[in-house]
């Protein structure tokens, strides 16, 4: 059973710089594609960014792109996003999900496996 826990969310200030953490366990992370989602209060989960496992090719979605990073580790399993130039509409509660599927998948109902997320709050 894969389990991911996130963490690294807070408070921090527009412009300022947060990176958040997935640590994955139940299978090795080099064997999974993950990514990273966002469910501000009253919208609908939105995709952020996503990577692939094997070649660890990446993808950012327009709202973040130049802005948020998303990365692997494979030695601590567990995948990152370095999020830089925070703007108050990036406050959410940001999930990690996962799938053993290979690609870069942008849609909720392509992973199975979920976090329980963190909160990131950007004030102005």
């Known amino acids: 059973q894969v389990q991911l826990v996130e963490s690294g969310g807070g408070l921090v200030q527009a412009g300022g710089s947060l990176r958040l953490s997935c640590v994955v366990s139940?299978?090795?992370?080099?064997?999974?594609?993950v990514s990273w989602f966002r469910q501000a209060p009253g919208k609908e989960r939105e995709f952020v960014a996503a990577i692939t496992w094997g070649t660890g090719r990446t993808s950012h979605s327009d709202p973040v792109k130049g802005r948020f990073t998303i990365s692997r580790d494979n030695a601590k399993n567990t995948v990152y996003i370095e999020m830089n130039s925070l703007k108050p509409e990036d406050t959410a509660v940001y999930h990690c999900?996962?799938?053993?599927?290979?690609?870069?998948?942008?849609?909720?109902?392509?992973?199975?496996?979920w976090g329980q997320g963190t909160q990131v709050t950007v004030s102005s």
């Open positions: 139940g299978r090795t992370v080099s064997r999974l594609s």
């Open positions: 999900a996962a799938t053993a599927n290979d690609g870069l998948f942008s849609r909720k109902l392509d992973y199975p496996y």
